[in-house]
């Protein structure tokens, strides 16, 4: 049974760090993207960050020069760099892994609260 296992998530000041990670387990297949979401409250759920199996990132404009996306293949592992946190970057985080074949998987999400 394949899982996605995020972790990283917290409580953070303005203009703070963190960092996410997204652990996968099971045989989860030929990956097309791997990537991060949020949802905040009262708001729909935002893709903002992907990365392909080749390395070619992109970014929403609201964290792009902020965030950084990468991955380990080998792990298959996806990571997110946070920085310059805002307190509207508050919201839940989820990492995202689309397989070639289309299907998706999705975490459990992480909390990712930022205020002073």
């Known amino acids: 049974q394949v899982q996605l296992v995020e972790s990283g998530g917290g409580l953070v000041q303005p203009g703070g760090s963190l960092r996410l990670s997204c652990a996968t387990s099971?045989?989860?297949?030929?990956?097309?993207?791997m990537g991060w979401y949020r949802q905040a409250p009262g708001n729909g759920r935002e893709l903002f960050a992907v990365i392909t199996s080749g390395g070619s990132t992109n970014y929403a404009d609201s964290v792009k020069g902020r965030f950084t996306i990468s991955r380990d293949n080998a792990k298959n592992m996806v990571y997110l760099q946070m920085n310059s946190l805002k307190a509207v970057d508050t919201a839940v985080y989820y990492c995202?892994?689309?397989?070639?074949?289309?299907?998706?998987?999705w975490g459990q999400g992480t909390q990712v609260t930022v205020s002073s």
């Open positions: 099971g045989n989860i297949g030929s990956i097309y993207h």
């Open positions: 995202h892994v689309r397989l070639v074949s289309a299907y998706v998987y």
